[in-house]
């Protein structure tokens, strides 16, 4: 059977949750505690290669496809250049935090940074999928026994 | 003093880099370089009895400054660990692309380019 | 208008790097028209943002704890030459990467590594220029590595390798200097190095600075990655990494770094005039004895680098000792113009021979013979530049070269320009051979079916021949002052320069 033993899958089906709400935690109080877009991205993208290791890869695959992943990359990034150019559109200055500029938040709370926090969601989202991409596509590989008795190595092919 | 223990560490990474056959262990080198200096740069903003660059509730910007240790190193760490990151998934990635075209890790049969 | 468009320079490659994958799956011919139409739309801001000289700041926060963005009058020649040599080669790959499936992929990264070197040429922080290098540093391990076959492979590991120690040991000289000035921002840095004593501190860091920059830019103690990388990769990357990255991340940030930031001396003059000496000696001695076209043009790559950083370092090394200041500005005058007319040539002769290996298949010039009648229009783009190179008149080399061994002569080393007239006839005599080969001589019975390449490619060939034809025209009196003066300035003027970056906020 792919995967692991039955252990490793029940617990993963309970933890995996809370690591998915831990990592989007520390992106969202990014501007409070230590930690940021790419710390909780990199948690975020932990609970998926949990998955992976503990069901195996078509589980995976089925619940995030990789064309999937590959949008949300690009739309993370693509989110973080608009915020970038909003305060060069409305206020005249590139990368301007004109959100707390019209809108001060009140200190220490969620809302009191601005646009630091989208930038951080934004950011949280690009790394959780490159690095899921990144696993997902350095896995592909196994060492299988061809005809002539040699070892060689395969790949799978890539799903467009 | 712990400034020679990092400039001895980053002369390990680069002795590993250069003079190792098996091209996992240059990138293994290849990245304790990195760390190496990324340590030296956040060591060099610590200041004797200092506590962590995070502003508490009740306290104003002026305690903040004489307190606390310098938090622009740890903003370029953290940039710079992003990047080592990076460097590091393509040079993986080559390997395990070279691996499968010439069938073998180590360097010195990996030279088709001459001259 | 202008704070408009200054950061537009970086975002808008940004953003179709990021555009170009969410809508070019389906659709192949869409990342060419958003990748030609955003080169297209850098090069003209930059013809546009050529005679701004400001200062600006990200995000609003002044210049003690932002980050600013600088322009000056070097910046802006090399803003100009990176978006021109990236326009043309666009075009010239829209055609040749056709025989590469995920052309997307490619535009994509090229749009990041375009990116990358813009933000290198504008930035006035010494961290943003760090993270500006590796964007494009990496953007490039991945495209000399773009097809996939062994050599690319290999020569695309070694690459990275070499290149990562310099860029390293850069983040190193980079933490020396924030530990020893506090600043990160060169204006900063440079009043606060003038204004303090000169600890070894940063002798230290000059010279991983000069190691790591000198590992970007090819200079000869730390040059074997690139007669690998730049054969291996496609045609259009090969003409971007020998036409623009190894001078923009490299001889760029060296000598931004060693005139502005930190003071030029006469050691580190000397220094310079010497690595320039032994890479100029160097690649020609090892290009001449080449078969492969593209490892040839290679390691002349190497020693038109050369001729470069000799011609920056003498300027450095007369103005630092206090001799005669006219001989110094000619020597900077020439080392830069060579800078610009060496991306011209050069690009053209990689973009002629990609277009050979397009039509041909092969890169080594013993199979190659009697294209003459073939491919016309190949022939006569690939000889302007063949003659350019050399040094041969009317075309630009001939006026860089002349400048930096008359600029030797008036500072009293005669031997200097006995060393360039040496290698530069050496250089033509390499290309006579590549002429001889490739185009002249009878056509293999192999070679029968061969035809010129297709529209694009020979419209950026026949581009970029006017622009090599034309820039000697550069040198007169009206055109000097406006386009090269300023970026002279800016180098001589040293340490000035915060003077006159802290002037303009």
Request: some cysteine; hydrophobic content about 55%; proline content about 3%.
């Amino acid at each position: 059977m792919t995967g692991m033993t039955v252990i490793v899958k029940t617990v993963t089906r309970w933890v995996k949750v809370f690591i998915f709400l831990y990592g989007i935690y520390i992106i969202i109080t990014g501007h409070l505690a230590p930690g940021g877009g790419f710390a909780g991205g990199v948690i975020i993208a932990c609970s998926y290669m949990l998955l992976t290791l503990a069901y195996g890869k078509e589980f995976t695959l089925k619940r995030l496809s990789s064309r999937a992943a590959h949008h949300l990359d690009s739309s993370g990034a693509l989110l973080f250049l608009v915020v970038a150019l909003f305060g060069l559109g409305s206020g005249g200055i590139f990368f301007a935090n004109v959100l707390q500029n019209r809108y001060p938040g009140a200190k220490f709370t969620l809302l009191s940074s601005g646009t630091i926090l989208i930038s951080n969601i934004a950011i949280g989202l690009k790394v959780a999928a490159s690095l899921f991409l990144i696993f997902v596509i350095l896995s592909v590989l196994r060492i299988v026994l061809a005809e002539d008795g040699s070892q060689k190595m395969i790949q799978e092919e890539e799903e467009e | 003093m712990v400034y020679a223990l990092c400039f001895a560490l980053f002369v390990i990474g680069l002795y590993c880099a250069l003079t190792k056959k098996n091209i996992v262990k240059i990138v293994i080198g290849l990245t304790i370089m990195e760390y190496a200096v990324n340590l030296f740069l956040v060591l060099l903003g610590y200041r004797k009895d200092g506590v962590a660059p995070i502003v508490e509730e009740g306290a104003g910007p002026l305690e903040f400054l004489a307190r606390s240790v310098d938090p622009l190193p740890q903003a370029l760490v953290v940039t710079s660990i992003v990047i080592g990151l990076g460097v590091t998934t393509l040079a993986i990635a080559l390997c395990i692309r070279l691996y499968e075209k010439y069938g073998t890790f180590d360097i010195s049969e990996i030279r088709r380019l001459k001259g | 208008m202008n704070t408009l468009l200054i950061p537009l320079l970086v975002a808008i490659p940004l953003g179709g790097a990021f555009f170009i994958p969410l809508v070019s799956r389906k659709v192949r011919v869409l990342a060419d028209i958003l990748g030609n139409l955003a080169t297209l739309s850098i090069l003209v801001i930059a013809v546009l943002l050529f005679q701004v000289r400001t200062v600006y700041s990200i995000g609003g926060w002044n210049a003690s704890v932002g980050i600013t963005w600088v322009l000056d009058g070097l910046s802006n020649l090399m803003l100009v030459i990176i978006c021109l040599i990236s326009f043309v080669a666009t075009l010239f790959s829209s055609q040749y990467m056709e025989r590469y499936t995920a052309k997307y992929k490619f535009y994509s990264l090229f749009l990041l590594m375009v990116a990358g070197m813009n933000g290198v040429a504008m930035t006035g922080d010494m961290f943003n220029l760090f993270v500006f290098m590796e964007v494009a540093s990496v953007a490039s391990y991945a495209l000399v590595a773009f097809g996939g076959d062994h050599e690319e492979l290999e020569a695309a590991f070694k690459y990275l390798v070499l290149a990562s120690i310099g860029s390293t040991l850069v983040l190193f000289g980079i933490a020396f200097i924030y530990g020893a000035t506090g600043y990160l921002n060169m204006a900063s840095i440079s009043q606060a190095v003038r204004t303090g004593p000169r600890t070894p501190i940063l002798t230290l860091a000059v010279v991983f600075f000069t190691v790591g920059f000198g590992i970007k830019a090819a200079l000869v103690p730390f040059h074997p990655w690139l007669p690998d990388a730049h054969p291996s990769a496609p045609a259009p990357i090969s003409a971007m990494l020998s036409g623009v990255l190894i001078k923009a991340l490299g001889i760029y940030a060296l000598t931004r770094v060693l005139f502005n930031v930190i003071g030029i001396t006469p050691i580190y003059g000397a220094v310079l005039i010497t690595v320039g000496v032994l890479s100029m000696v160097v690649g020609v001695f090892l290009a001449v004895g080449q078969w492969d076209f593209k490892r040839l043009l290679a390691y002349h790559s190497i020693s038109q680098m050369g001729y470069v950083v000799l011609g920056i370092g003498l300027g450095g090394y007369i103005l630092a000792s206090g001799g005669k200041q006219s001989a110094a500005l000619l020597a900077i005058l020439g080392g830069i113009f060579h800078l610009a007319n060496h991306s011209v040539f050069k690009s053209l002769l990689f973009l002629a021979s990609g277009s050979i290996e397009y039509s041909t298949g092969t890169r080594q010039l013993k199979e190659m013979g009697g294209l003459l009648e073939k491919m016309p229009l190949t022939r006569a783009t690939c000889t302007i530049a063949s003659l350019s190179i050399a040094g041969v008149p009317p075309f630009n080399g001939f006026w860089s070269k002349l400048i930096i061994v008359m600029a030797a002569f008036q500072g009293g080393y005669p031997w200097l320009a006995a060393i360039t007239i040496l290698v530069s006839f050496v250089t033509l005599l390499s290309f006579i051979k590549v002429l001889r080969y490739a185009f002249l001589g009878h056509l293999p019975k192999s070679l029968k079916a061969v035809r010129e390449s297709p529209a694009m490619m020979s419209i950026a060939l026949v581009v970029l021949a006017i622009f090599c034809t034309g820039m000697g025209l550069l040198l007169i009196p009206g055109a000097r002052e406006m386009i090269l003066d300023p970026a002279v300035g800016a180098l001589a003027n040293g340490v000035e320069y915060a003077q006159a970056v802290l002037a303009l906020q």
